[in-house]
């Protein structure tokens, strides 16, 4: 007898509550929707932009990788080996913003990497950061 006055219990409830709903019921539907749609826009949005970072997009814009690749060295050291050799502290990161701006050679080897004048410290600090984060 219990589950049967629980379940009738229960669709009284519903039956009431769709009651003093209904009126509005289908202004609520249609909002939630509208609601929803939009967000889902904008969450996937986000997702292709923050696949790549602001990083990636910046040395894909300059000319990194005509020189650098993440696993094989090229003409430069690759940004494995960079990531390997220097630790993520602020005065490794400082030393290389310096040598993307300002250019130079002798750590690697005798080939020189060309100064990149144009790039704002900022942009530079980006770009190291990211080098030094791959594993
Ligand atoms: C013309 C080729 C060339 C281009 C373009 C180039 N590099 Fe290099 N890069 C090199 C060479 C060669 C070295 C090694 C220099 C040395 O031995 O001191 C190097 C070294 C580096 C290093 C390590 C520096 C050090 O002292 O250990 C970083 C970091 C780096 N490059 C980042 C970049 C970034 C970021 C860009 C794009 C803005 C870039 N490179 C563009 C050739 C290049």
Redesign the pocket.
Same mark, same amino acid.
């Given at each position: 007898m219990k589950p049967f006055t629980l379940s009738t219990f229960v669709l009284a409830v519903i039956f009431t509550a769709c009651q003093s709903n209904n009126s509005s019921e289908n202004t609520v539907a249609e909002s939630s929707v509208n609601e929803i749609k939009p967000q889902l826009t904008v969450e996937s949005t986000n997702e292709i932009s923050t696949h790549k970072s602001n990083a990636e997009l910046l040395?894909e814009k300059?000319? $990194?990788y005509? $020189?650098?690749s993440i696993g094989t060295k090229l =003409?430069? @050291?690759s940004?494995n080996e =960079?990531s390997k #050799?220097?630790e993520n502290k602020k005065d490794n990161v400082n030393?290389?913003v310096d #040598? =993307?701006i300002n250019g130079?050679?002798? +750590?690697?080897?005798? +080939? @020189?990497?060309?100064a990149?004048s144009q790039?704002s410290k900022e942009d530079?600090t980006e770009? +190291?950061n990211f =080098?030094l984060s791959i594993e």
């Open positions: 040395m300059s000319d $990194c005509t $020189c650098h =003409i430069g @050291p940004f =960079i #050799k220097y030393q290389l #040598k =993307i130079g050679s002798g +750590v690697w080897g005798e +080939v @020189p990497m060309q990149h790039l530079a770009m +190291v =080098i």
